[in-house]
């Protein structure tokens, strides 16, 4: 593609390097954000002993010599950042409400029945060897893993797998009961490595919906002579966890600012090494390094600062003019790609503004949805946003990933264009626009073709129109009163707008820029960021108004039923109760819900054209109702520093996606590697 890369000069850059510069150079063993503080007063939870292999200390490594401030060989352990830090320190249950799952317990400690291989588009067994069904799909034989052991020497076999189902099929207050016994009957041991599923209903995605296609899913396998033990497993924190994956837990600060990672003696016999090596093609001198340290570091200027002092090797997403800032400091650190727009505008997670509709009227009103998208402004919120950088997101809870957009929103292009709002003083109104792709190129002097530019900027988005806002709004029973706030029923309206704090710097941007607009369009409204631990309880038990609770559906596959499960009017719960696997927005949509049901037992693959013609009219009725508003496709910058460690995945080698916080950045791992001097 041809592209000119945008030079953003901003103040707050060479702010930031004034900053710097009078704060001293490189010092790879100084503290940052404060953890210095707690570092000796951590938890020890797991053996010692070296690893055998590549990623051992050496003086050929560049950072030979440097001592973490953990104590560990700088050359020996690989720094994560993690987005914030966390309220339940030494927590590691992720069956206990407010388990931080993100900070390296789910991609580092826990095994999934299925995992997948984000570059290629494939899901894979990882406890499972293999699956198969009846004719019917009422039935299914899990073949499990044979050769995996958990942390403390016992075997991984079908007793942990059947347990675990059993405990989340009995257990109300694991999140994925309702939805587990919606579809599971009864799951029992055959033998050591062979567990049977028998379905409620025929049901042919066994995999696809109690396994990984994303970030994570809620079947984690669980230890069942550690767990059988326990009382209520809930409430079980596991403070110092048995796993099957590489890693265990070595130590902890217990202020919840970092976990120190240590990989596990007999890794080989981890998930890691058993599956690795068959759906990665892993060779034995491919060894992941000895520590994985995440860390929660600090605001900007502190992340700023110790990734540029190669104190940090990941970083979570940032914003464009904070990895130019950092990398005009330092030419080690990069992103998924060298030019703009930089990021990798395919992270299956659409970040915008989602409705809590179970706090009934106006906010269980299409009209009331669809006025507020209409008042906002999508070229001013994607320049707010990440300075234009990113895809924009059309149809509401679907990632507009490249692949999407191939498969779902260009097909869709004439529906939506023909697609009308009846605003209810007898008018229509067709709200689509398809120039927001040249009108972004324009500003941003983007060189490229037409499809060029749709790859990068999309294919369409939401016209910003305040009069069809004002009556749509006005047909929802809203009305301006003479200070020229809106009102409703002629009360004055309110509401608060929230995000997750010092994380997800594309949605909470997002939020922040449409409370702006929504305020000079009129509204009454306040915005609010949350802790992590709470933001997790809000969104299940519905406790926001509108907030960036990023709802949308992940997917690389055509089929995409797994994702909209959540959305079955039957798993809604009352505001105040957890949603049960269910949408914690609580939007219910008949059609949607039967549209699920009639693809439930369809096979993906044996029913292809039906489940896609199913799929395409879900989306339909998505754009009809507007329950969320997505502004852009995921879009993440990622920054990487190959100052003491290489080989992340990027645009030039997309192994798999900069996804570290997903469950599959245990299969990254063996192809980071330490950088010799």
Not at 28 to 45: H, L, V
Not at 442 to 471: M, P, S, V
Request: net charge negative.
């Amino acid at each position: 593609m041809k592209k000119r890369s945008i030079a953003l000069l901003l103040a707050v850059a060479m702010l930031f390097t004034l900053v710097f510069s009078a704060c001293g150079g490189d010092n790879p063993s100084s503290s940052q954000g404060g953890e210095s503080s707690s570092a000796g007063n951590s938890t020890t939870s797991s053996e010692g002993g070296e690893p055998e292999g590549g990623n051992t200390g050496s003086a050929e490594l560049a950072a030979a010599g440097i001592t973490t401030d953990v104590g560990t060989p700088r050359e020996e352990t690989l720094i994560v950042e993690c987005q914030n830090s966390t309220d339940t320190a030494g927590q590691f249950n992720t069956y206990m409400t407010g388990t931080a799952t993100g900070f390296g317990i789910h991609q580092l400690m826990s095994t999934h029945m299925w995992e997948m291989n984000t570059a290629a588009g494939h899901q894979f067994g990882e406890a499972v060897e293999s699956a198969t069904s009846n004719d019917d799909f009422t039935e299914w034989n899990i073949k499990v893993r044979e050769g995996i052991k958990w942390s403390d020497g016992e075997d991984f076999n079908a007793e942990d797998v059947a347990f675990t189902f059993n405990m989340i099929k009995e257990n109300d207050n694991i999140g994925a009961h309702a939805y587990t016994n919606m579809y599971i009957d009864k799951v029992e041991v055959v033998d050591d490595y062979n567990v049977k599923f028998t379905m409620v209903e025929p049901f042919p995605r066994l995999d696809q919906c109690f396994g990984n296609t994303v970030w994570g899913c809620d079947w984690r396998i669980v230890p069942e002579h550690i767990y059988s033990t326990v009382g209520d497993v809930t409430q079980f924190k596991d403070e110092a966890p048995v796993v099957a994956g590489p890693y265990t837990v070595d130590q902890y600060d217990p202020l919840g600012n970092w976990i120190l990672y240590k990989l596990r003696d007999d890794w080989q016999d981890s998930t890691l090494g058993v599956v690795g090596p068959i759906e990665y093609g892993f060779t034995a001198d491919q060894v992941p390094a000895k520590y994985v340290w995440f860390r929660y570091i600090g605001d900007s200027t502190t992340k700023q600062m110790a990734m540029i002092g190669n104190e940090v090797d990941i970083l979570c997403e940032m914003t464009l003019e904070e990895l130019q800032a950092m990398t005009s400091q330092n030419d080690k650190i990069g992103a998924w790609m060298n030019e703009f727009p930089y990021a990798n505008p395919d992270d299956p997670g659409a970040k915008g503004i989602t409705f809590n509709c179970g706090l009934g009227a106006p906010y269980d009103n299409p009209d009331f949805r669809w006025g507020i998208c209409l008042a906002l402004d999508i070229d001013a919120l994607s320049e707010n946003i990440f300075s234009g950088a990113g895809r924009a997101a059309p149809i509401p809870l679907l990632n507009n990933t490249n692949v999407m957009q191939e498969l779902y929103t260009i097909p869709m292009q004439e529906w939506l264009e023909n697609f009308e709002l009846d605003l209810g003083d007898g008018t229509k109104f067709k709200p689509y626009d398809t120039g927001y792709a040249q009108r972004m190129a324009e500003k941003l002097n983007f060189e490229g073709t037409d499809e060029e530019k749709i790859t990068t900027f999309g294919a369409g988005w939401w016209k910003h129109d305040e009069e069809a806002a004002t009556k749509l709004l006005e047909k929802a029973g809203l009305s301006k009163g003479s200070d020229g706030k809106w009102q409703y029923e002629g009360k004055p309206f309110t509401f608060e707008m929230s995000y997750l704090a010092d994380a997800e710097f594309q949605v909470a941007r997002g939020v922040q820029a449409a409370f702006n607009q929504l305020q000079a369009f009129g509204f009454d409204c306040t915005i609010t960021s949350k802790s992590s631990s709470t933001w997790s309880v809000d969104d299940t038990n519905g406790n926001y108004e509108i907030g960036g609770y990023w709802p949308s559906g992940g997917n690389y596959l055509k089929d995409i039923y797994r994702p909209f499960t959540g959305f079955d009017n039957t798993l809604i719960q009352p505001v105040g109760q957890n949603s049960q696997g269910g949408y914690g927005g609580r939007w219910n949509n008949q059609r949607v819900t039967d549209i699920l049901h009639e693809m439930a037992n369809l096979s993906p693959e044996k029913d292809e054209d039906k489940c896609y013609e199913l799929a395409t009219e879900m989306l339909q009725e998505f754009v009809k109702d507007m329950p969320v508003i997505n502004f852009l496709s995921g879009t993440k910058f990622v920054p990487t520093n190959s100052t003491y460690w290489q080989g992340y995945p990027n645009a030039e080698d997309p192994y798999n996606g900069p996804w570290w916080w997903w469950s599959c950045f245990k299969y990254m791992l063996p192809k980071i590697t330490p950088v010799a001097k």
